[in-house]
T-cell receptor, first 112, second 112 residues
Framework: GQNIDQPTEMTATEGAIVQINCTYQ??????LFWYQQHAGEAPTFLSY????GLEEKGRFSSFLSRSKGYSYLLLKELQMKDSASYLC?????????????FGQGTELSVKP | DGGITQSPKYLFRKEGQNVTLSCEQN?????MYWYRQDPGQGLRLIYY???????QKGDIAEGYSVSREKKESFPLTVTSAQKNPTAFYLC???????????FGSGTRLTVV
């Protein structure tokens, strides 16, 4: 089976750095995705990790450790518009459907 | 421009009625997915299809049905057997295993 855990909510200050953690247990791993979702809207793609290490993309970075079943999303220079839900999702292998299994999401509130 | 379109954006249904949510994509993606999202929760998989004329049940398929007669289209029917259908429904498509999902804008279904 699959299990994905991330904190329910976090609060941070504008201009600061925040790290959102995600731990997972899965029978077949084929990559980890991070999505951003504003209230009432569809999720939008942020990052993808399939190998261990750090992927950097502007203010956003994502890290993966497959041996530990652990990932984090790092947001730098926080802006008010970063207030959103951040979804961690693990991709199953193709013979398991290749589908994404989502965590419950972390609601991030950025305060002035 | 290529994309994935869900309609309608808001839908109201009386108890005991079936209703069909539309999902159309012109991205030439093989795989398509239906997820349900309840307030404060992550996405839960209803049905998915990796190829035309084939589809598989997800984690919460009871009370739902789908068809995949064309590559571009993956409609979801919410039947009267679904006991708690009020939710935000998201359709997604994917190019392949190393790619994430492209999401539609979602349909918010309310049973009145």
């Amino acid at each position: 089976g699959q299990n994905i855990d991330q904190p329910t909510e976090m609060t941070a200050t504008e201009g600061a750095i925040v790290q959102i953690n995600c731990t997972y247990q899965t029978s077949g791993f084929n990559g980890l995705f991070w999505y951003q979702q504003h209230a009432g809207e569809a999720p939008t793609f942020l990052s993808y990790n399939v190998l261990d290490g750090l992927e950097e993309k502007g203010r956003f970075s994502s890290f993966l450790s497959r041996s530990k079943g652990y990932s984090y999303l790092l947001l730098k220079e926080l802006q008010m518009k970063d207030s959103a839900s951040y979804l961690c999702a693990v991709r199953e292998r193709y013979n398991q459907g290749g589908k994404l299994i989502f965590g419950q999401g972390t609601e991030l509130s950025v305060k002035p | 421009d290529g994309g994935i379109t869900q309609s309608p954006k808001y839908l109201f249904r009386k108890e005991g009625q079936n209703v069909t949510l539309s999902c159309e994509q012109n991205l030439n993606h093989d795989a398509m997915y239906w997820y349900r999202q309840d307030p404060g929760q992550g996405l839960r998989l209803i049905y998915y299809s990796q190829i035309v004329n084939d589809f598989q049940k997800g984690d919460i398929a009871e009370g739902y049905s789908v068809s995949r007669e064309k590559k571009e289209s993956f409609p979801l029917t919410v039947t009267s057997a679904q006991k708690n259908p009020t939710a935000f429904y998201l359709c997604a498509s994917s190019m392949g295993l190393n790619y994430g999902y492209t999401f539609g804008s979602g349909t918010r279904l309310t049973v009145v």
